[in-house]
């Protein structure tokens, strides 16, 4: 979002910044207990991406749903080995994932329409990739905000499992 900030006001930027780690994170919380943190790092970047570009992109609240929508269809599963690896694979996974996002923001705007029920269906993405869904990480949106408390690390552990433990 920030590289392609050109014509927006840093009011703005931090805006859509604070949405977009308040929507992966509530995903990433939701997925916590899941095989592997790993394994859903590319949705939380993804719908990271799309929220920040969807917003700066003016995109109304049925488009952008649209844009999160799609952004949450198909994110690859990274491995493991890749997340906890060393080298550039890490930051390369997550550059992949947000350019999924960026591009489920581009079909949206052009009015392309995704699953809107896709965390909550009972094949959905909160299914497929938990063991247990927290579905409670969706709630209190606009009234709580987890971006106050996911700034730092409270707790020993994986930093994918960071955001989701602070959250819960």
């Known amino acids: 979002a920030w590289a392609g900030a050109r014509g927006h006001t ?24 899941s095989s592997n943190g790993g394994e859903v790092s ?7 991406a799309a929220t920040a570009l969807g917003l700066l992109s003016g995109l109304d609240a049925e488009t952008l749903a649209h844009a999160l929508a799609l952004a949450l269809s198909a994110p690859a599963v ?39 029920d896709l965390l909550d269906a009972r094949d959905g993405l909160l299914h497929s990739l ?14 709580t905000w987890l971006t106050e408390t996911l700034s ?5 552990g994986s930093i994918w499992h960071q955001p989701a433990v602070q959250g819960v």
Do not use: F, M, N, Q
């Open 130 to 143: 938990a063991w247990t869904p927290l579905r409670a990480a969706h709630t209190g949106l606009g009234r």
């Open 78 to 116: 990274v491995p493991l080995s890749v997340s906890l690896g060393g080298g550039d694979g890490p930051a390369l996974a997550a550059a992949l994932a947000a350019a999924a996002g960026a591009e489920a923001v581009t079909l949206a705007a052009a009015g392309l329409r995704g699953p809107l």
């Open 42 to 48: 590319a949705a939380v970047h993804a719908v990271g």
């Open 10 to 33: 840093l009011d703005e930027l931090i805006c859509a910044t604070v949405a977009a780690y308040e929507i992966a994170g509530r995903v990433g919380c939701s997925l916590l207990l």
């Open 152 to 156: 730092y690390k409270l707790t020993p």
